[in-house]
């Protein structure tokens, strides 16, 4: 079964930087699709960014392009997503999660297994 722990969140300024890991145990990695979700208070749980199996692929939300950067090292069993000029905006829980398919997509009900999720705030 595979598992999914989080990592990285914490409180920034607005226009700072953090870098999320998701670690994957259980399971090899590579045979899963990867996406990265945020859910905010009152809201729904959106999707921010996906990569294929392979990283050959990946997606952004629009409100991130430009900004997130997602990558993943399959020896290592982690998927990173990399946010560069935080607004205050991205405050939100952001989760990681897996679908054992070659493709990634921003579908939040496809996926199998969910993390438990980092706070991410941006506040000054």
């Known amino acids: 079964q595979l598992q999914l722990v989080e990592s990285g969140g914490g409180l920034v300024q607005p226009g700072g930087s953090l870098r999320l890991s998701c670690a994957a145990s259980?399971?090899?990695?590579?045979?899963?699709?990867i996406g990265w979700f945020r859910q905010a208070p009152g809201k729904e749980r959106e999707g921010v960014s996906c990569?294929?199996?392979?990283?050959?692929?990946?997606e952004y939300a629009d409100s991130v392009k430009g900004r997130f950067t997602i990558s993943r090292d399959n020896v290592k069993n982690t998927v990173y997503l990399q946010m560069n000029s935080l607004k205050p905006e991205d405050t939100a829980i952001y989760y990681c999660?897996?679908?054992?398919?070659?493709?990634?997509?921003?579908?939040?009900?496809?996926?199998?297994?969910w993390g438990q999720g980092t706070q991410v705030t941006v506040s000054s």
């Open positions: 999660a897996a679908r054992r398919s070659i493709i990634a997509t921003l579908n939040v009900v496809i996926y199998d297994y």
């Open positions: 259980g399971s090899t990695l590579s045979y899963y699709a």
């Open positions: 990569i294929s199996r392979d990283g050959g692929n990946t």
